[in-house]
C-alpha cells in the first residue's frame, strides 16, 4: 500500500478538501486500522511482558528501557491523535477546515538518539521492534500529513493568489 498521497489521489483541491477527501477513502480506514493496532499491541507489551523485560536489565539497561518506552509511548500517542483528528473529519465530528489551522498537524519526530547498548544490556527484541515499526508509522503519517497540507505551509505549485486565499480563508474560518 503506497502512503504518498499523490498516488492516492488526494492532490487536487485545497488541503481542507484534500483532508476531507483522504479522510473518508479505505486507505485512511486501513492506516486507521494499522496505527491502533500498533498502539494497543504497544499497550500490551508494555503493561505485560515488557516489565518482566525491564526487570532482567541492569541500572543502565533499565533506564534506557524507560526512556525507550517513553519515547515510544508519546510518538505513538502524537500518532493516535492525529489520526483520530482525521477520523473525526470522516465522522463529520470535525471540519477539515479545522485541522488545517495547525494545530492538529504532526511535529517532525526529532528522536534520533539511539539509547542502546545502555552498559552492556541488550536492548530486549520486542522493545526494539516495536520502537522501530512506532518510527516507520510515524515517519509515513508525517509524509501524508505534509503532502495533504502542503499548500497550508506555503509550498511551491500553487499560484500567490491561491494561497493568500486560502491564508484569508483560513484565518476567518
Do not use: C
Not at 64 to 84: C, D, I
Not at 124 to 149: C, E, H, M, N, T
Amino acid at each position: 500500500m503506497s502512503d504518498v498521497v499523490s498516488d492516492t489521489g488526494f492532490q487536487s483541491g485545497n488541503p481542507a478538501e484534500r483532508v476531507a477527501e483522504f479522510a473518508g477513502s479505505e486507505h485512511f480506514s486501513r492506516l486507521f486500522r494499522d496505527g491502533m493496532d500498533m498502539v494497543e499491541e504497544t499497550a500490551s507489551y508494555l503493561d505485560g511482558p515488557g516489565r518482566e523485560d525491564a526487570k532482567s536489565l541492569g541500572r543502565g539497561g533499565a533506564l534506557a528501557y524507560a526512556a525507550e518506552s517513553m519515547k515510544l509511548t508519546t510518538r505513538l500517542m502524537q500518532a493516535a491523535s492525529w489520526l483520530l483528528a482525521q477520523r473525526q473529519v470522516a465522522e463529520g465530528d470535525l471540519s477539515a477546515d479545522q485541522l488545517v489551522t495547525g494545530q492538529y498537524r504532526l511535529p517532525d519526530d526529532d528522536d534520533i538518539e539511539d539509547l542502546w547498548p545502555a552498559d552492556g544490556d541488550p536492548v530486549p527484541g520486542v522493545l526494539a521492534d516495536l520502537a522501530a515499526r512506532s518510527r516507520q508509522l510515524y515517519a509515513r503519517l508525517k509524509r501524508i500529513d505534509d503532502s495533504l497540507f502542503e499548500n497550508s505551509r506555503g509550498a511551491t505549485g500553487s499560484s500567490p493568489v491561491e494561497d493568500q486565499m486560502n491564508r484569508l480563508k483560513n484565518a476567518f474560518s
